[in-house]
């Protein structure tokens, strides 16, 4: 069974950085493989967003709002996603998400993690 764990939120004052980390475990041995890794923030009061995406085949998408703050990268060897985040302002304030897209021959599934609190201070 394929799990996703987030860590490395926290407080910061704004124009701090953070760098979350999106462990996916129990992917070796499966019959399935990761083609996507990304992630997803929902702030109090309003609706989940994608922040930044990364599969195997296409150039990492971003929400514009993080454009050029916030950077998704990867490490296949060992099933871990990366955001890196810059200049960080308080209304990135959100629990940020890493949600994992596992694909075997035309099927694939998602597996989300609990989320890691991210709180910027002004």
């Known amino acids: 069974q394929v799990q996703v764990v987030e860590s490395g939120g926290g407080l910061v004052q704004a124009g701090g950085s953070l760098r979350l980390s999106c462990a996916a475990s129990?992917?070796?041995?499966?019959?399935?493989?990761?083609?996507?890794m990304g992630w997803y923030r929902r702030a109090p009061g309003k609706e989940r967003e994608l922040v930044a995406s990364?599969?195997?085949?296409?150039?990492?998408v971003y929400l514009d709002s993080v454009k050029g703050r916030f950077t998704i990268s990867r490490d296949n060897a060992k099933n871990t996603a990366y955001l890196q985040m810059n200049g960080l302002k308080p209304e990135d304030t959100a629990v940020y998400y890493c949600?994992?897209?596992?694909?075997?021959?035309?099927?694939?599934?998602?597996?989300w993690g609990q989320g890691t609190q991210v709180t910027v201070s002004s």
């Open positions: 949600k994992t897209t596992l694909a075997r021959a035309s099927y694939e599934y998602d597996v």
């Open positions: 990364s599969t195997n085949f296409e150039i990492p």
């Open positions: 129990g992917v070796t041995g499966s019959t399935f493989s990761i083609y996507a």
